[in-house]
């Protein structure tokens, strides 16, 4: 299959070299020029759960791209999804596949503005990956990869796509309900993410302080506001319970808001996590003072930090 991953940071370039790996024809799109460059000069370097490998993938900048694809992951920030999808519409064909895994809510709505409804395929994946340095990428865990069709009629290529994952050894699975599992992981980055970044801790310390639960059930409370919106019910004791539990299990952990903002003083995707909820509590009316604090906070820290 003719695929190209683009934005190819560390989860797109992890995705990228085990679908290369799997006898696919792999093209990186990227915006960032030492990265492109490391690329093409060295190959891609990957430590897949500590077992080291480089392959030669032709990396482009966006407007470099000359190729049309079969498939498409959009691998990008939340905040440079409409950038990328603007930057490589010349790459897609009326049956280009879109594949969205990207953390944050709302991307569904920013993808059909480009791409038409029966293209669209969303997903969440619990695979971790980080950037040592251009052009090396760590990528690690077993997956999976939940994936559903947005429009009904496309089951079938739903199930494609996920069976091409899985022969890549990337776990991909059907999904009956990816609305329900996005907006588990919003919860899970809308308070274990930015509760960390603002209170410069790692997860167990995080799970250690007297009103962890308070604050995650403040937050939860007004995330299941919104995810009502969307058809989707969140139980808050239950969801509040399996947070608690999960930072049991992730130990001391620094979560990715907190590598991005605190250690690289990088931007976040927090308006796409506690500041859509905000956002859609004005719309749809519903109170979430807890999500516009939290989202005012790391927005101060990005300005304090002279992020951009
Ligand atoms: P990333 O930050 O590694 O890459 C995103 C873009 O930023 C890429 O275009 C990359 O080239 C660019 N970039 C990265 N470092 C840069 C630097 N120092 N200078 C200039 N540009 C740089 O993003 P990611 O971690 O791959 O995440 C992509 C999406 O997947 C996000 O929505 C994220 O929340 C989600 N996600 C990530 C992980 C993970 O473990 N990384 C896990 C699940 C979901």
Redesign the pocket.
């Known amino acids: 299959m003719k695929i190209a991953i683009a ?6 370039s992890g995705f990228g070299f085990k679908l290369f790996q799997a006898g696919n024809e792999v093209t990186l799109i ?3 020029p030492d ?1 492109v460059e490391a690329i093409n000069t060295n190959g891609l370097e990957v430590d897949f759960n500590g077992e080291k490998g480089t392959e030669k993938i032709p990396a482009f900048f966006p407007q470099d791209v000359k190729d049309t694809f079969d498939v498409v992951f959009v ?4 905040m ?1 999804l409409a950038n990328m999808l603007e930057a490589i519409q010349h790459t897609l064909t009326e049956d280009t596949k879109i594949i969205c ?4 809510l709302g991307h569904k709505q920013t993808l059909a503005k480009y791409i038409p409804v029966k293209n669209i395929f969303m997903g969440t ?7 040592d340095a251009p052009g090396k990428v760590h990528f690690m865990g077993q997956g999976p990869v939940e994936l559903q069709n947005i429009d009904p009629n496309e089951k079938a290529a739903a199930e494609e796509l996920v069976e091409m994952m899985a022969k890549a050894g990337l776990n991909g699975q059907y999904s009956d309900n990816v609305v329900f599992s996005t907006w588990r992981k919003a919860c899970v ?1 809308g308070t274990l993410n930015v509760l960390c970044s603002i209170l410069d801790c790692d997860i167990e310390e995080l799970s250690k302080t007297e009103t962890c639960r308070n604050m995650m059930t403040s937050i939860i409370t007004e995330f299941s506001l919104g995810a009502k919106v969307e058809g989707v019910t969140l139980d808050v004791t239950e969801t509040v319970d399996y947070l608690m539990d999960l930072c049991g299990k992730v130990g001391p952990h620094y979560p ?1 808001m907190h590598q ?1 903002l605190i250690q ?1 003083h ?1 931007p976040t ?1 927090v308006d796409y996590l506690n500041g859509a909820v905000a956002k859609m509590g004005k719309e749809h009316g519903f109170d979430a003072p807890t999500c516009q604090i939290i989202t005012d906070l790391i927005h101060a820290k990005e300005d304090l930090l002279g992020i951009k």
């Open positions: 934005g190819s940071g560390a989860l797109g990227d915006t960032w990265h691998f990008t920030k939340s440079q895994l990207l953390n944050g994946t619990v695979w971790t990956a980080g950037i980055n990715s991005d690289n990088r995707e």
